[in-house]
């Protein structure tokens, strides 16, 4: 059935009283929140990390190193302007903004909290909204892939093209997975609105009724951010840094600056669709009305907005302290062969469900008993559905079995592989399948000397005798 989005008597986010000029000023209060908030993450996710593999961490730029990310701005900015010969000048400088500017933008449609004064003037704390916000958001992410992709192209250099093609081929590998898992909570609130997906989750958490569809979500969200371990466009044991290998000074600032952006774009999109946005939880609301009051009105939601972004941080952080990178074909494999289907199951899952609600409405006709039937149904498909996905998660990650060499059917032995010159191409290059390398020569000179003692030992006592 279709959800009621209105909250208190009122639409979720009412834009009617907004003037120009506040627009300005929310507009300049995103960058301040996102900036603070990139100095601030700095810190913490290498305090995070020095705790967690008992290392120190920053600990000397200010009382326990809190005043790093300070530092090293202007260590950024200072540093020379690198322009290495026979890149594209043109694309080569741009590249980086179009990522920094994608991730600053995403924001604009994310509500932090219910309608406030502001100015003397009622709005919303929320830049702007529209029914198809959140496939703006899906757009803005897409786009914001194009920066890595141009500006590996644009340097003309053999490892940074090497990560703009991994990054192009991860943005179409798990945006779709992840598109999928948001498509699945459109349906099941009936509405695209940031707003009006925040009003849906009045009595009821999105994480609950579409617990599969987050957990593809905050898989695929690692994918999306280029962050451990699925950093394979920033591999630098195998292409030193990737797309922005050649770049440097402020140009590789907005590079990395775009990218502790999109772990906040991806967290609050996470809150907002699953965990309800910046309402605060029913144990809070309790603990409130106790006291008969309300934890959803005023400036005090920003607080659980916040808070559950920062949850969600947290959580990458420890994931890149926990795992390690995975080998770049195991990481396609368990996107198009354990994500993309996961995502399409469950879509046709959620849709199957709408398609039944409508239809066997108790309101409309009297088709009572088969609605509770379903109803009694429902977490059974969600264990079978848990339950295949488990299953195919044992299939994709199952270490293949090593196929049978030929042997030799007069001795039993296998043959004996054939041999190759390592140096055949002018530099070393390792053995393929069923190859060997040729005896060392340092190995035979030292059996060689090794023996040449022995027999003169033996023709000294002769000589003697």
């Known amino acids: 059935m279709t959800r009621n989005l209105l909250l208190d008597g009122q639409v979720a986010a009412d834009f009617s009283h907004d003037v120009w000029w506040l627009w300005i000023v929310k507009a300049v209060l995103i960058l301040v929140y996102l900036l603070v908030s990139v100095i601030f993450v700095l810190v913490f996710e290498r305090k995070t990390l020095g705790r967690m593999q008992t290392r120190l961490g920053p600990n000397r730029v200010g009382p326990k190193g809190i005043f790093q990310s300070f530092a090293d701005i202007p260590k950024i900015l200072l540093k020379e302007h690198i322009w290495p010969d026979k890149v594209d000048k043109g694309i080569f400088f741009f590249a980086p903004t179009i990522s920094a500017m994608a991730a600053f933008t995403m924001m604009a449609v994310i509500p932090v ?35 890595l992709v141009f500006g590996g192209w644009a340097s003309h250099s053999n490892l940074p093209l090497i990560g703009s093609v991994r990054s192009a081929t991860q943005m179409i590998s798990y945006e ?9 909570v459109f349906l099941y609130n009936g509405t695209m609105s940031t707003s009006g997906l925040v009003a849906a989750q009045a009595d009821m958490w999105n994480i609950l009724p579409m617990f599969p569809a987050f957990v593809i979500y905050l898989v695929s969200m690692f994918g999306e951010t280029n962050r451990l371990p699925f950093d394979l466009p920033e591999a630098e044991g195998e292409i030193v840094a990737g797309a922005h290998t050649e770049y440097s000074s402020l140009k590789f600032g907005w590079y990395y600056l775009s990218e502790y952006l999109n772990m906040f774009n991806v967290s609050m999109i996470a809150t907002t669709v699953f965990l309800g946005g910046w309402r605060a939880g029913p144990i809070m609301t309790t603990v409130f009305k106790l006291w008969g009051g309300n934890p959803n009105v ?17 959580f990458i952080v420890w994931v890149r302290a926990t795992l390690m990178r995975m080998r770049y074909d195991t990481f396609m494999k368990f996107g198009w062969k354990v994500l993309i289907p996961g995502a399409l199951a469950w879509l046709v899952l959620v849709m199957i469900g709408k398609g039944l609600d409508s239809f066997v409405d108790t309101e409309k006709s009297g088709f009572g008993p088969i609605r509770q039937a379903v109803d009694s149904a429902r977490p059974f498909v969600l264990v079978v559905f848990v339950a295949l996905i488990l299953a195919m998660l044992v299939i994709v990650m199952k270490p293949e079995k090593p196929k049978p060499e030929a042997r030799n059917e007069a001795d039993g032995f296998r043959r004996p592989s054939e041999e190759f010159d390592a140096f055949a191409g002018g530099y070393p290059v390792p053995p393929l399948a069923g190859q060997t390398l040729p005896p060392s020569p340092r190995a035979e000179r030292r059996s060689g000397t090794a023996a040449l003692p022995i027999a003169s030992a033996t023709t000294q006592e002769a000589a003697h005798e």
């Open 113 to 147: 909290g219910p309608q406030v004064s502001m100015f003397g003037h009622r709005t919303p704390i929320q830049l702007a909204d529209s029914p198809v916000a959140m496939l703006f958001m899906i757009g803005v992410a897409a786009l914001g892939e194009y920066g």
């Open 176 to 184: 779709l997975a992840l598109s999928l898992a948001l498509v699945t």
């Open 298 to 314: 005023g400036w005090l939601p920003v607080l659980w907005f916040t808070a559950k972004v920062w949850t969600f941080i947290f």
